[in-house]
């Protein structure tokens, strides 16, 4: 039996995991995750109303179910993926090791007071979606408007969940942040790009959720198409978001903008001031600065601007093997980086599958240990298993439809732990 170690139990973890458990029938595969609970980005990143795409959990579930025996998980296990230590001790243990704990931090825009008067979008989305330990990121029930830094589908969805706070009542949201935005005096949201519409990173899935939530009242500011036929061809497979974008016919009293060649130069108490750019080539996408500012007034300020991680390994972008290492493997976004949809992911998974299931096709299965090597079974000693999970998640889903819930989601580890263990 081949063992394979997948440190990360997110969609790059779980969709690699997947396919290796479908396409040999000789894997034994592990999944190690830092939090008592699986499916990082998806349990923590997707919007909360969003419960279509985070039904991707139910799939992951029923591979591991149907493993046979073949699965296992370990939560509440800290593996630190830049000790030369634990990955020599993984690597004496597994045939593979898989890392996919994708990108943890918020890439930082690099503006005057952006330490004193912007907010990280993560920490927002991490509050509202029950991350443990996450806190209220900023103050909400006195602001009433907002800038949000970047256009892609995060910053839309904390638009919405700023906006259309009382449409979550029924979704996962945790309930300490929803009666926090149910107190917001949020009223107008400014989502800036510093490109132009051909740019926009969201997706027409989310935008038109969006204008379907807000009524249509969405103003766009410097959006237009020069050449919106030549445009539609050229971009076709955004031609559908570009003229949804054209169609809005919102004002300056709409409570939410979207706002178009607008480049972040400096963060005050005031507001963020703006550099204005203007199109040079539609076609490319290229924009340059027009000399101009503006101030766009602000109580509060969020920026989606990335992800990134320290000391990224350098993957092969077919394979993900780590600077030529065939046994140490990136998947997910460690390894292509923050882009796409839970989708992404998938499309992935089965590029690094793949590649690991030729490579173990031409070797005879080793007699590593896996879980049960001394240096393994030391690491997942206070670790949470399958079956501890699922204690948590009937828990979360027991409090949920008390409460006319998805479910009720455990912001403790503690509470975790505690329910989990409990006889």
Known sequence: ???????????????????????????KVDIFDKLPVPFGLVRYGIAPDHQDAKNVQNSFSESFEASGGRAAFYGNVNIDIHSSEQLKELKTAYDKVILATGLPHARAIGIPGEDDFIVPAKRFVEYYNGYPGATPPCDLTSPKRVVIIGNGNVSLDCARVLLCSDQFKETDISESSHRHLLSSSVKHVDIVG?????????TIKEFRDLTKLLEGDINVVDGQLNHPEEMKKYYSRKARLLQLICDQKGGEDSRLTLRYLRKPIEATKEGLVVSVQRVVSEEKGIVEDTGRTELLPADQILSSTGYYAHNRPKADPETGKIDGDDQLIAAGWLKFGPKGTVLASYADSKLVSSSIISDLQQSEPSDRLGADHPAIQKLVSDSVSWDQWKKIKSHEERVGAEKGKVIEKVTSIEEMLRIARAA
């Open 1 to 27: 039996m081949f063992r394979i170690a997948v440190i990360g139990s997110g969609p790059g973890g779980f969709y690699t995991a997947q396919s290796l458990l479908k396409g040999m029938n000789n894997v």
């Open 194 to 202: 510093r490109r132009g519409i051909v740019n926009t990173s969201f």
